[in-house]
Each structure stands twice: as C-alpha cells, then as structure tokens.
C-alpha cells in the first residue's frame, strides 16, 4: 500500500516561514506528478503547488511568490517552502502523487499561523 507521510506543520506566527516535507517507500515521486493542497475550515480543497513529471511548476493564486515547491529525488521527498505566512494560510495540507489513473494523497498536516 502507498503511503505519503506530510510532517513540518505546526504553529507559526504571522511573517514567518515554515517547510513542509512529504516522503513515501513505495513510489519514486520522479515518476509522478506531485504537489500540494490545502483545506482551510468550511473551505474547498485548493492548490498550493504543483509539479509536473516534466518538471513544469505551477502555483496557487492566494501563495504565487512566496512558496516554493522542489523535490529531492535522492530522498525521494517531496518539500513544500512557504513564507510571509498569514493567518489566512492556516489549513491543512496535502501532500499527493498522480499519474494517469494511479492517485496517492497524504493524511494531512495542520499549519496554523496565529500570534
């Protein structure tokens, strides 16, 4: 069974940065499409990033310009660099691997950005 494991959320103030890291034993993220959404409270799902199998990167309206998505094949882990944080980035976020019918999600880790 495929697993993604997202950890590095917790709390964080107001400007700060924090990085998300997702990993996985049983897939070679290189062989997906990769990324990460979010779920605020009585919000929908959203994208934060993502990265293509060709390495194409695209990222959500509400984050474009202060997050970064990058991938470490030797890991084989999955990084998602977020900074001038604002509350209204609080959410949970997920990490996922696609590829043609073949879909992996994470469980989720909490991010929350409060003073």
């Known amino acids: 069974q495929v697993q993604l494991v997202e950890s590095g959320g917790g709390l964080v103030q107001p400007g700060g940065s924090l990085r998300l890291s997702c990993t996985t034993s049983?897939?070679?993220?290189?062989?997906?499409?990769v990324g990460w959404y979010r779920q605020a409270p009585g919000k929908q799902r959203e994208l934060v990033a993502k990265?293509?199998?060709?390495?194409?990167?695209f990222y959500g309206i509400s984050v474009k310009g202060r997050t970064a998505i990058s991938r470490d094949d030797a890991n084989n882990t999955l990084y998602l660099q977020m900074n001038s944080l604002t509350p209204e980035d609080t959410a949970v976020y997920y990490c996922?691997?696609?590829?043609?019918?073949?879909?992996?999600w994470g469980q989720g880790t909490q991010v929350t950005v409060s003073s």
């Open positions: 996922y691997a696609q590829y043609n019918s073949r879909e992996y």
């Open positions: 049983r897939i070679l993220f290189s062989d997906y499409n």
């Open positions: 990265r293509t199998r060709a390495s194409s990167i």
